[in-house]
């Protein structure tokens, strides 16, 4: 019995390694992803980047958080062999993990609200995810509990985990990646880097980087129409909530989710939601690159910031992600019809941003 249970335990073991082998490879494969320049007057004496997470395999920001999950699960002896993967997720996040989980050969639920769109569905799938509609978006997060206790499985529980799945000292994360691709930049300590919060990973990690490393660099989170991050920031109330879900994907909660850190942040700026979907349209007009709405609240954040910079003579770089393709919202954000119909007026916001970016003035 002992030498059975011993022969078991060796094979677990085997398999775990081999699982975390399999994970970190995917991440020497995918190398780093670029730190674009976004062109300003050169006379100011300021830059702007975007650090383009579209080109992760899965094609956005969350491939870093699914593979942080990952490991941080496999570590903990969380996932084993035939583990089912289930996550409360109805986008780039539940894409993301379902590769993963093909990658090792296991399966992956996505729980999602029944009017997810057929669109989103077909790039979970794609990745070989199974999605399992709910009729009610609050019962998500029950929804999968339930789902992996009755299948022995293991629920990532991307909101609760993110801040810690993610070594927040180093290892690549995103924060030491950005000052790696700016050593040789006129300013490689940046004055400010600009994030949005979804699960609040991101945020946490580069804020905690900054303060590790004795940077300078203050963060910004900006936050769309709807999330509770910002009241929740603002009034120190981590219990706050909000009726309304946001309409930017990929960022803005209904509650301030246990990720989010506000501690390391030392500003937030809310965005409306036509403010975040002219962003994004006025990226790809003046640069060619096309990116979702949660890029454009990032990019709305930068500019105001940098036009901040420009008032007062500061010189200095600003950093901001690009956080997935543009592509996936062909019928939505870049849809005038569905801009329309949502009561979203978008181009008062786009002569914002052509002052901003021409000039240097804040007009909003």
């Not at 490393?213 to 936050?223: A, I, M, Q, S, Y």
């Not at 994907?249 to 409306?272: K, L, N, T, W, Y």
């Not at 709305?300 to 008032?311: K, N, P, Q, S, T």
Request: net charge negative; aromatic share 10%.
């Amino acid at each position: 019995m002992t030498a059975d249970l011993n022969r078991s335990d060796r094979a677990a073991r085997e398999w775990s390694a081999w699982a975390i082998r399999r994970v970190e490879a995917d991440a020497t494969r995918s190398a780093d992803t670029h730190l674009l320049t976004v062109p300003l007057p050169r006379e100011w004496n300021i830059h702007l980047y975007l650090k383009d997470e579209s080109t992760h395999p899965t094609g956005s920001l969350k491939h870093r958080l699914a593979r942080s999950l990952f490991l941080y699960a496999l570590c903990n002896g969380w996932i084993t062999r035939g583990t089912a993967i289930v996550e409360a997720s109805s986008g780039s996040t539940a894409v993301s993990e379902a590769y993963f989980a093909r990658l090792l050969g296991l399966p992956f639920f996505a729980v999602m609200p029944a009017s997810t769109s057929p669109a989103k569905v077909a790039l979970i799938e794609r990745e070989g995810g199974t999605c399992h509609l709910v009729e009610d978006p609050a019962a998500i997060r029950a929804e999968s509990v339930r789902l992996a206790e009755e299948s022995g499985g293991h629920f990532l529980d991307q909101f609760t985990y993110a801040e810690r799945a993610t070594d927040w000292r180093g290892n690549n994360n995103i924060a030491e990646s950005i000052f790696g691709q700016l050593a040789r930049e006129p300013f490689p300590v940046p004055s400010w880097i600009v994030a949005g919060a979804g699960t609040g990973g991101t945020s946490a990690t580069i804020g905690r980087f900054l303060r590790y490393r004795g940077h300078p660099t203050r963060l910004c989170v900006v936050d769309p129409d709807h999330s509770a991050f910002f009241p929740g920031w603002e009034h120190r109330d981590p219990g706050l909530r909000t009726a309304t879900p946001s309409r930017i994907e990929g960022i803005g909660r209904q509650r301030v989710e246990p990720s989010f850190v506000p501690a390391v942040v030392d500003r937030m700026i809310h965005v409306p939601d036509a403010a975040s979907i002219a962003a994004a349209r006025f990226l790809r007009t003046t640069t060619g690159l096309s990116a979702g709405a949660s890029t454009g609240t990032n990019l709305y954040g930068a500019y105001r910031i940098l036009c901040e910079m420009r008032e007062t003579g500061t010189e200095g770089s600003v950093v901001t992600l690009l956080c997935d393709r543009g592509d996936r919202y062909e019928n939505t954000y870049y849809n005038d019809d569905w801009t329309a119909a949502q009561g979203l007026a978008v181009e008062p916001y786009l002569e914002i941003l052509e002052a901003a970016h021409r000039h240097g003035k804040w007009t909003g």
